[in-house]
């Protein structure tokens, strides 16, 4: 996904505010994190205000969101 695709479908998701379009921007946040990197999604979150409409904030790591987790090491 482009930055200028992430914008567009950041900026739907914004026009709806609720529960479920935050955690959609929280997938696409984490994988612009993992194609452009960590920068890329706090400027985004920055440029879009995305901490006052959806709380969230620059510097967290997305890049986890809806991957299922890795082996437990424990096991």
């Given at each position: 996904?482009?930055?200028?695709?992430a914008r567009d479908l950041i900026r739907?998701?914004?026009?709806?505010?609720?529960?479920?379009?935050?955690?959609?921007?929280?997938?696409?946040?984490?994988?612009?994190?993992?194609?452009?990197?960590?920068?890329a999604v706090d400027g985004l979150i920055?440029?879009?205000?995305?901490e006052a409409a959806f709380g969230l904030?620059?510097?967290?790591?997305?890049?986890?969101?809806?991957?299922?987790?890795?082996?437990?090491?424990?096991?």
């Amino acid at each position: 996904m482009t930055l200028d695709q992430a914008r567009d479908l950041i900026r739907t998701q914004l026009q709806f505010g609720g529960g479920y379009n935050r955690n959609a921007v929280r997938l696409m946040l984490g994988e612009i994190g993992r194609a452009h990197g960590q920068g890329a999604v706090d400027g985004l979150i920055r440029e879009l205000g995305l901490e006052a409409a959806f709380g969230l904030k620059p510097g967290t790591d997305f890049s986890g969101v809806g991957r299922p987790p890795g082996p437990n090491p424990q096991t």
